[in-house]
T-cell receptor, first 112, second 111 residues
Framework: DVKVTQSSRYLVKRTGEKVFLECVQD?????MFWYRQDPGLGLRLIYF???????EKGDIPEGYSVSREKKERFSLILESASTNQTSMYLC???????????FGQGTRLTVV | GQQVMQIPQYQHVQEGEDFTTYCNSS?????IQWYKQRPGGHPVFLIQ?????EVKKQKRLTFQFGEAKKNSSLHITATQTTDVGTYFC???????????FGSGTQLTVLP
């Protein structure tokens, strides 16, 4: 079975902390994505990666960075967490550019 | 990135009523996918449409791709409480790698 795993289901961090959200897929997929989901705003793309060490900004990259050192792992980094980054974060992966996306279970991050 | 307008954003129906959500693009799409996200869950792939005018059915769900490949619809016949959730029609944009989801249509089914 295809699997995308996010390291934490729930996370509480303090303002100003550096936060790492990890995502691992076991399908040898090329593309990986990070989204945040907020009520009424749907899923908004933060960053995506189409190959190891390659990354592109999505629609809302400010305040975030990413790392993809290995094909199976895509990390989202909040350099200095702020309360407006409290959200549900979803990781996804796809084999090719027009194939179905598989999602992780999501990480609900609260910044206090 | 490329955006698709999805309407309505919210829909409440009585159980047993039909429901339709629409996705409209200003540009021609190579394909369109549909996903469902249950409350508290993550989006799950339903189907992909590729051909102009294509119609596909999954039990009570009918998916259609417009002739000009600029719009798509999802129709649910006789809704059930299990249909509750948010339906998305993401598209590829930017470098044709950027998968953009948008707001979706949040369906509530009243028993």
């Amino acid at each position: 079975d295809v699997k995308v795993t996010q390291s934490s289901r729930y996370l509480v961090k303090r303002t100003g902390e550096k936060v790492f959200l990890e995502c691992v897929q076991d399908m040898d997929h090329e593309n990986m994505f990070w989204y945040r989901q907020d009520p009424g705003l749907g899923l908004r793309l933060i960053y995506f990666s189409y190959d190891v060490k390659m990354k592109e900004k999505g629609d809302i990259p400010e305040g975030y960075s990413v790392s993809r050192e290995k094909k199976e792992r895509f990390s989202l980094i909040l350099e200095s967490a702020s309360t407006n980054q409290t959200s549900m974060y979803l990781c996804a992966s796809t084999r090719g550019s027009d194939t179905e996306a598989f999602f992780g279970q999501g990480t609900r991050l609260t910044v206090v | 990135g490329q955006q698709v307008m999805q309407i309505p954003q919210y829909q409440h129906v009585q159980e047993g009523e039909d429901f339709t959500t629409y996705c409209n693009s200003s540009t021609t799409l190579s394909n369109i996918q549909w996903y469902k996200q249950r409350p508290g869950g993550h989006p799950v792939f339903l189907i992909q449409l590729v051909k102009s005018g294509e119609v596909k059915k999954q039990k009570r769900l009918t998916f259609q791709f417009g002739e000009a490949k600029k719009n798509s619809s999802l129709h649910i016949t006789a809704t059930q409480t299990t249909d509750v959730g948010t339906y998305f029609c993401p598209v590829l944009g930017g470098s044709a790698r950027q998968l953009t989801f948008g707001s979706g249509t949040q369906l509530t089914v009243l028993p």
